[in-house]
């Protein structure tokens, strides 16, 4: 596989009447997006808004955060639209930097979090830095969660292909390629170097957590080797509502940090041979047979010296990490671990739910249930009552003056399991 990824950088988005892309200002067709997301009969209504860092401006609840991205021949988010599933990580994909569909609505299940483009909540999420164009959707009275869900997701993804496509004809982009050949060949050449392989642990819970590749759901896998280039061109998809903080959307599928920072590393101190997309799945047979699975792939056909195992949610699926983590490390595979921890509010509860003497080498993305105050924003783009359903937020979060105390599991992304996030712990 070879993949040409072209990167356009957004400095600016405005609405307008017209689609355009002129000196890294994208020009959003404002009737045309919404004639776009209402071709869905479920969709009775839809609003176009902007949140620019910086912005006195919350977006609550958030379901999906999706980079524009657009392939110059084939079709990104492979097997979500149309009847065909197209191949993907091949060919030329553009890329727009800077900016993003976020869906809003109201809620579809309690794990949907907030962004504040301003303010302290701005410092735990990668989204503040972003030039957001926010869709907020309401269903039809006869759509249940499930399909609500389906709707907000296909609606996100739509208008990220759509916004994408504007890139097309830009010639102003910075361009990076990625190979990926076959294993033999990729063993063969750094045969000096520790071959790491990357697995990744996706959602696959069902009740709204779930996590889609190719456009099949992933409680219909078992542990899948993918490429990188996948990743980029957008195989990997969110559908889920697990809590905010922790939760792994779109666009971090598609700047999959831990991808980035192994191909980074790749031919210099590393051999990165391969990914392994694993389910986190509910019932403890399922989890053996994973385990197993993604152990014996590491092992015995990528031939793994090292591994990363990044994590999404917590709870039950802290034993698929911490019980893959402990396979591979009596194979005798050196493997590191990302997790948050959920010591409570005080950071004096067991922060983990579960554990193995294995796990030596763990990377925290921080205690998720600190609190913070936040401050009154002059828009609210959203619902913002819904703070009282959303992990994070409880009956009592917005106060008689505005301000807004929440965990910092309610902000979308803010420790991020892929280590794509602000938020760390230290030794001291």
Sequence with gaps: ?????????????????????????????????????????????????????????????VKDVIEPRAKLEGDIFPGVFGTEVPVCGNGITYALKGCAVVTTGPIVGFQEGLIDMSGPAAQYTLFSKLNNVVLHLTKREDVDPHEHEEVVRLAGLKAARWLGEIGLTCTDYESAIYSWPTLAQRVAQYPELPKVVYVCNCMAQGLLHDTYFYGRDAKQLVPTVVSPTEFFDGAVISGNCVSPGSKTTTYHHLNNAVINALWAHHGKDLNFVGIILNPLM??????????????????????????????????????????????????????????????????????????????NAIISTGNSNATILLPKMDR???????????????VDSIKSDGTLLVEIHGIMGGHNLQGNTYLSATTI
């Design 380 to 394: 609210v783009l959203g619902e913002l009552k819904e703070i009282e359903r959303v992990t994070g937020g409880n």
């Design 1 to 61: 596989m070879e993949l040409e990824l072209r990167s356009i950088q957004i400095r600016d988005v405005v609405l307008g009447e017209k689609n355009s892309l002129i000196d890294g200002v994208l020009t959003v067709d404002e009737a045309g997006l919404k004639n776009l997301i209402l071709e869905d009969p479920r969709i009775t209504a839809v609003k176009v808004d902007l949140a620019k860092p910086g912005d006195s401006c919350r977006i609550l609840p």
């Design 282 to 359: 509910v019932t403890l047979k399922e989890k053996q047979r994973d385990i197993m699975m993604t152990v014996r792939i590491a092992t015995e056909e990528l031939g793994a010296d090292a591994a990363i195992i990044s994590q999404e949610g917590f709870g039950n699926p802290t034993t698929d990490l911490m019980h893959v983590c402990r396979g591979l490390e009596q194979h005798g595979v050196k493997t590191v671990i990302i997790t948050n921890e959920d010591a409570g509010t005080d950071g004096m509860s067991e922060s983990l739910p579960d554990v193995v003497t294995e796990a």
